[in-house]
């Protein structure tokens, strides 16, 4: 079992900054993508960037130029330093990887979450 605890969430106005980390902890071989989705109150959850694990990297467009998502291999962990945050911004953020268990076992695992709220 794997489990993916995130950390960094909070209140901030608009034009503020913050910055959210995952750890993934557990039966860990490796981890493949890793990524950060959102879900406000009444939209789906959707993604906000992702990175390979060699670094590749897929930003959705209304975040591009204000978020940047890095990661530590040998750490397992996933960073995404978020600036210039607008209202619209406010959701909960997931942190999710795709990890290997074992060389035949890759399962897809999800954090618990961090709110963000952006207000003045």
């Known amino acids: 079992q794997v489990q993916l605890v995130e950390s960094g969430g909070g209140s901030v106005p608009p034009g503020g900054s913050l910055r959210l980390s995952c750890s993934a902890s557990?039966?860990?071989?490796?981890?493949?993508?890793m990524a950060w989705y959102r879900q406000g109150p009444v939209l789906q959850r959707e993604l906000v960037a992702l990175?390979?694990?060699?670094?590749?990297?897929n930003y959705a467009d209304s975040v591009k130029g204000r978020f940047t998502i890095s990661r530590d291999n040998a750490k397992n962990t996933v960073d995404l330093q978020m600036d210039a945050l607008k209202p619209e911004d406010t959701a909960g953020y997931y942190c999710n990887a795709d990890v290997m268990e074992t060389i035949l076992r890759l399962r897809n695992y999800w954090g618990q979450g961090t709110q963000v709220t952006v207000s003045s």
């Open positions: 990175i390979g694990r060699g670094g590749s990297t």
């Open positions: 557990g039966r860990i071989l490796s981890v493949n993508n």
